[in-house]
């Protein structure tokens, strides 16, 4: 199997996952929807509403000159939090967004909790 065919492989899995996941989860004014997306260089997240589809709260490990580590994703899920304390929401309802839950994904959930928001 070619490179390629492997990368295409492993997307459609992940988007798979994805649309399994969102089916079962959505996110209101009291309790968004907190996504995490990443790609090679850069870890980006944000709190949704998906009732009036708006985001609440958004981070970018580019915007803070990190690249993707559990560190950077760390420091973007604190940023996150206190956009999300800032309007009074301490419980969030996770997305991991398809990707599996370990590495920097799983950091970034400990991260939130450890600032105070409930998953």
């Not at 949704?48 to 950077?72: C, F, M, P, Q, R």
């Amino acid at each position: 199997m070619s490179r390629a065919k492997e990368i295409a492989k492993k997307n459609a899995l992940r988007i798979k996952r994805k649309k399994r996941v969102r089916g079962s989860i959505s996110g209101t004014a009291t309790v968004p929807r907190v996504t995490i997306t990443k790609s090679n260089k850069y870890v980006s997240a944000q709190a949704i509403d998906d009732v009036a589809g708006n985001t609440l709260a958004a981070a970018n490990s580019k915007t803070l000159e990190l690249s993707v580590t559990k560190e950077s994703a760390s420091k973007t899920a604190a940023i996150i939090a206190e956009g999300l304390k800032a309007k009074n929401i301490d419980t969030v309802v996770f997305d991991r967004n398809g990707y599996l839950y370990h590495g920097v994904v799983a950091a970034f959930a400990d991260a939130l909790r450890e600032n105070g928001i409930k998953l």
